[in-house]
Every structure is written in structure tokens, then in C-alpha cells.
């Protein structure tokens, strides 16, 4: 099951970019769909969806149950044994089932290719460093946006004067390309992975 869109498209139909509070790309690309394959092919009373949350994001378990009713969900990295990241990396490397390609490049989450609109400036950063081209092509979809809908906004914000303001993934990289030291008390945010779960 796929919508076909990207998160761009979706954020051009539904004009309003992503952000860390508010995600059409994760609700209508994932959430919304794999809530009507759950009614089409399944019964709540003998369902059970399991969610990738571990122990350390208990607070999210517990506000997804509501989220997710009528169907029930479980998380198992929640329950004893509390494995730690490390431990789960290991154990999935005696299984030979080799970690995400982006766990090795620095990256905290196994998101939309590096890129996510929740992510914060630390992981956009990092997207620059190590994959400058796609970096660029979110960059130019920004852009692109921000023209669409001839509206000051974007995906990151920080504080100037005293006040929150649209950070562009342009000024970012600008920006960044100027001086190797982080800009901003922000700049070291990496940004949570509340994809799929919305909590
Ligand atoms: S990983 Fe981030 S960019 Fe991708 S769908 Fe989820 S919230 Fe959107």
C-alpha cells in the first residue's frame, strides 16, 4: 500500500510545509494509510500492532494507546529485558541482519533517508556533510515551496531578537559554509523520531 507522493508533494497539496510540531507527511503517508489497511484487512478484537518504541520513550507508549484505539498496540523494546541501543545493534548483528545505513553515518534516526522534517539543525547538518546532493534537493524543494505559497516559512526555526523565526535549509547551509562553530544555541538540537506514532 503507498500514497505515491513524496513528502514535498504532500506538503505542496496540503500547502504547509512539515515541522517538528505538525507532520502531513507522516499522517497522510503513513499514519492515515496504515490505519485503512488495519480496517480493511483486520479485526480490532484479535489485532495487535506492534510499535517500534523502546523503554527510553515510555511517555510516548503510553500517550500512542489512546492515539491508536480500537486497536491495541505493543511495544516490546518497552518490556524487560531493557535492551540499550547498543544491545539491540548487537544482537541484530548476530542475527546477520546488518543496522541501517544511516546508523553508520552518524545519524540518530533510520528516517526518511536522512532527511525529516522533525529533525533538528545538528541532523541537517549532518545531511550537508554527508550527502551534500540530496541535501541540496532539499534545499531546492524548500525554495521551491516557499515560492508556491509566497509565505516566510520553513522547516526549522530558531530565536532572533527575541523571537521564533523560520530557519531555511538555504540560510543553514549558507550559514554553515561561513564558519565551522555551531551558530546558535539550537544548533546542536538533533530533533526527535515521532514519525508514525504522532505522540
Ligand atoms: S520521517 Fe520525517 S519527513 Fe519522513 S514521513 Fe516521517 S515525519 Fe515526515
Redesign the pocket.
Known sequence: MADGRT?WQVFRDERYI?NSRV?P??KI??RNLCFRWLEQNCDPGKTIVYLGLDWTEMHRYERAKPYWSPWNIRAPLCEEPYFTKPDMLAWLKQTGIRPPRLYGMGFPHN??GG?????GQAQFKLLLKTMPDRYAYHEQQEELLRRYLNKNVAILRRTAGGRTVPLTLRQLREETEKSSRPLLPEAEEWGG????VDV
Open positions: 513528502p512539515g507532520d507527511c507522516s503517508l503513513k528516517n526518511c532527511f525529516c522534517v522533525k529533525a523520531c515521532g514519525c508514525f
